[in-house]
């Protein structure tokens, strides 16, 4: 089943392409979006006083990659929240409120123990998962399955990216009534169409990232600054180099890197900054800067021929890909991470498909 491949992580990588054309296939129709799990509650959830993502690991992860556009597409203010700690909190959820449930396996107990707390509470719950007749499909009032296709390496990539451009059709149906944003949804649609030709030039990159890993093979620990809508890459690729890499990494809103990360800095722990255009380029190229002035040891994810704004004296090494419309590089920016994780474990000499002390789907408290 794995193929030509040596894993299930690096087939399940090297097919997004089809998986994120699985995911959109027969639902983008006539230059807008056609859910079918969602259209008879789409008039509800416009009326919503806001949307709550819920989630666990990489699904939580792919919930704050969607909440910066479906703020923008809909205007309904978005909160996160981990299941478990929406639990340990017992924090506050509405009948005025969409809760969306973002899980793989649609069998993870704290996602659905959380999904019973907001039915309680009487919230509309939606689901987006992987896994049609899912305990999460079958219980939420409406929802999105992501076709992605069985997903077998405990660490998640292609539903990763398939769940982003799920809930971005999402955002789209949900903004579909408003005049002013228009615009911004057909160029996000003709993104969507372009997204895997995208993601098979990005794939490319794969013997470039082999590289990287084997020059950070002995490194104790890595850092991933990112910010907007690329902050829950840096999560994302983080947590990927931890859980099967097993290196300590951590990802960093950039932002926030004055207020105590930047003390880390030094000329051996290496640091990714994700830079790729968009509004927040220039604040990127003032990060990079303030690290390269502290001696950081940068590697610079960029758009292509950026290389020379982002790094101008040649000081770092850079990761050039392909662009596609801001909202949606996070499922571009993802990859060559996931790729750089997949070597760093070979090479590292750890079980790729099965790391130690997890599981793929967490079905107890
Ligand atoms: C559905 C069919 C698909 C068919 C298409 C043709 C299924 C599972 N899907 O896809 O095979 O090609 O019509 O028009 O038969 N749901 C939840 N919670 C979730 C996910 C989904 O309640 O977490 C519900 C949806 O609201 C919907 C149903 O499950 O009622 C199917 O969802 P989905 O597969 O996403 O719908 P379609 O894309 O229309
Ligand atoms: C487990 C897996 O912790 O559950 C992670 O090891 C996964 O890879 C997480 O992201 C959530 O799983 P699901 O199925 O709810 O998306
Ligand atoms: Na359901």
């Known amino acids: 089943k794995k193929g030509s491949y040596d894993h299930f992580m690096q087939k399940e990588i090297h097919e997004q392409p089809h998986s994120l054309t699985t995911t959109m296939r027969g639902r983008l129709k006539d230059g807008g979006v056609l859910l079918g799990g969602l259209k008879e509650h789409l008039k509800t959830i416009r009326r919503c006083r806001r949307v709550v993502f819920i989630g666990c690991g990489t699904s939580y992860n792919a919930a704050l990659a969607a909440r910066p ?4 597409l809909t205007g309904i203010p978005v909160t996160m929240e981990v299941a478990s700690d929406l639990l340990d909190r017992q924090g506050p959820i509405y009948r005025e409120d969409t809760a969306v449930f973002v899980s793989q396996s ?3 107990a704290d996602t659905l123990l959380a999904l019973d707390y907001a039915l ?3 919230a509309l719950c939606v689901g987006i998962t992987n896994t049609v007749g899912s305990t999460l499909s079958r219980k939420t009032h409406c929802g999105v399955h992501i076709n992605a296709g069985c997903e077998i390496g405990v660490a998640s990539t292609k539903a990763y990216t398939s769940q982003i451009v799920a809930m971005a059709m999402m955002a789209l149906a949900i903004g579909s009534d408003q005049i002013s944003t228009q615009a911004r949804r057909n160029a996000i649609i ?3 169409t372009s997204l895997p030709s ?3 030039g990005v794939l490319k990159l794969d013997a470039e990232m082999k590289e990287l890993a084997s020059s950070l093979i002995d490194s104790e620990s890595l850092l991933v600054f990112g910010r907007g809508y690329n902050y829950a890459t840096a999560l994302e690729g983080a947590l990927k180099v931890k859980e099967v890499a097993l290196m300590h990494s951590e990802g960093m809103l950039a932002g926030e890197m004055k207020h105590g990360p930047l003390a880390l800095v030094d000329e051996n722990l290496p640091i990714i900054v994700i830079a790729t255009r968009d509004a927040c380029f220039s ?3 003032s990060v990079i800067q303030q690290l390269l002035s502290r001696k950081g040891r940068l590697v610079v994810m960029c758009s292509k021929g950026d290389a020379s704004a982002v790094c101008p004296n040649g000081s770092c090494r850079v ?5 596609v419309a801001d909202c949606l590089q996070p499922v571009i920016n993802i990859i060559p991470l996931q790729l750089l ?3 760093l474990t070979v090479l590292r000499g750890f079980d790729v498909d099965q790391p130690r002390n997890l599981a793929k789907s967490v079905t107890t408290q």
């Open 283 to 285: 604040k990127q190229q």
């Open 69 to 72: 556009f479906v703020e923008e």
């Open 319 to 323: 990761i050039e890909v392909p662009g």
């Open 106 to 108: 649609g069998e993870t």
């Open 120 to 122: 309680e509470n009487g």
């Open 190 to 192: 003709s993104g969507l």
């Open 198 to 200: 995208c993601v098979s």
């Open 341 to 343: 994780a997949y070597h």
